[in-house]
């Protein structure tokens, strides 16, 4: 059974930084893709941004230039570093598993970490 946890959310000011964690344990395939989406409500949720296993990485126009994504594939961990955050990076931000590749790859999520940002 796999799962996800995620931490290191919470309240920071504008222009601040957080750092974001997920850790993955179980039958963790080789190759496999990380991501961080994020929602609020009222909001479709956002691919906020992506690393494979090979380390490419995706990010969403939003984000780029603040925010990077890394991993330590030893610990099937994933880190997100948010930083000149803005009220509008305020969200619930999940981490996605895509265990494998392509259409037989298996998707799990974290529960969420809530990231707020004041102004």
């Known amino acids: 059974q796999v799962q996800l946890v995620e931490s290191g959310g919470g309240l920071v000011q504008h222009g601040g930084s957080l750092r974001l964690s997920c850790a993955a344990s179980g039958n963790i395939f080789s190759i496999n893709t990380m991501a961080w989406y994020r929602h609020t409500p009222g909001k479709a949720p956002e691919l906020v941004a992506s690393?494979?296993?090979?380390?490419?990485?995706y990010y969403a126009d939003s984000v780029k230039g603040r925010f990077t994504i890394s991993r330590v594939n030893a610990k099937n961990t994933v880190y997100l570093q948010m930083n000149s955050l803005k009220p509008e990076d305020t969200a619930d931000y999940y981490c996605k598993l895509s265990n494998g590749w392509g259409k037989d790859a298996m998707t799990y999520w974290g529960k969420g970490t809530l990231v707020t940002v004041s102004s």
């Open positions: 690393i494979t296993s090979g380390g490419m990485t």
